[in-house]
């Protein structure tokens, strides 16, 4: 349990973020768990629980000791250094309203994590996606629904959510589409006539008339379309072509960057239309291009 005082900042703490930064649900729930674990580990490893001003108190070996604890039992460098994120993210915001000074806290490293890279299909892979994924589908109006939401995936590096998510307030889609992404940030997309034309070409066919308020994209009884089906659908596609098990619906999107950037895209735009918070997430594209173009250069330049 935690101290009433320490779960009272907490709890004033989130509602801070959720209210002035936008964060998501998901993003508040993975920050009350991280920080309320770190509080309940300090109270243990002093000997009780204390109030707030002890937050002030800690020092390099109690932050030692918390991340001792965590690898301890079995958690892994990018989640430790996740919640080591949000543990400074309160402690700051909690020093400014009470006056101690942060520096141990706030001077903890967090464990080095090697970043994966993305892993995007091909030009070809991806338009065999496209033309391939309704092959399976039980209905016509089905197999034009799944073709539709990967070209959306693709063809505008939408999240599966993202996708989802659009109503019948989107009908016609416009250009540009604005979409909700993470932490509630919106964002302009531009909206490629393939893509337009595939969302058409399901609402001709769909029995569920598009109407305000309610899901574009619908599951076979009429209800919001499940992603779980989506990933099906590419998982059937992906064994039919011989695809990697990287083929998935979020691959499409990978996919979508690595090819804008290896046009010649600008990473800035790049970003702005994935809607990526911090340019260094964008930037692990420009490893994907570096690492196929020394695929190529090998392939063309053996060694001996």
């Known amino acids: 349990m935690l101290a009433p005082a320490q779960s009272d900042a907490l709890k004033r703490w989130l509602d801070h973020e959720a209210a002035l930064k936008g964060a998501s649900v998901n993003t508040l729930r993975a920050y009350a768990s991280d920080v309320a674990a770190f ?6 490893h002093h000997g009780g629980a204390e109030g707030t001003a002890a937050i002030g108190r800690l020092g390099v070996s109690d932050m030692r000791a918390w991340m001792a604890h965590e690898r301890g039992r079995g958690v892994g460098a990018r989640s430790l250094a ?3 994120s949000a543990v400074k993210t ?3 915001w909690l020093a400014e309203r009470e006056g101690f000074e942060p520096t141990a806290i706030l001077s903890t490293r967090a464990p080095r994590f090697r970043r994966a890279l993305p892993r995007p299909l091909s030009e070809d892979a991806a338009r065999a996606v496209i033309t391939d994924v309704e092959f399976d589908a039980s209905e016509p109006w089905i197999a034009a629904r799944d073709a539709a939401v990967v070209t959306l ?3 505008c590096g939408l999240r599966i959510s993202e996708a989802l998510s659009l109503t019948g307030d ?3 889609l416009p250009d540009p589409l604005r979409i909700r992404g993470k932490g509630g940030k919106e964002r302009l997309v531009p909206v490629l006539p393939a893509a337009r034309a595939a969302v058409e070409a399901y609402l001709r066919a769909c029995p569920f008339p ?5 899901p574009l994209f619908r599951g076979a009884r009429g209800g919001a379309l499940n992603p779980r089906l989506v990933q099906k659908a590419m998982e059937r596609t ?21 090819h804008l950037l290896s046009a010649g895209g600008d990473l800035r735009a790049i970003q ?7 340019l260094s997430t964008t930037q692990a594209y420009t490893a994907v291009d570096t690492a196929r173009l020394m695929e190529i250069y090998d392939r063309a330049h053996p060694r001996a």
Do not use: N
């Not at 992906?238 to 690595?258: D, E, N, V």
């Open 153 to 155: 995936l693709y063809g």
């Open 210 to 214: 598009a109407e305000s308020g309610t």
């Open 272 to 278: 702005e239309l994935l809607g990526h918070a911090s």
């Open 170 to 172: 989107d009908v016609p």
């Open 238 to 258: 992906r064994l039919r072509l011989g695809l990697p098990a990287s083929a998935t619906p979020h691959a499409l999107r990978h996919s979508f960057a690595t």
């Open 39 to 44: 509080l309940k580990f300090i109270a243990i």
């Open 90 to 92: 309160f402690t700051r």
């Open 82 to 84: 996740r919640a080591l």
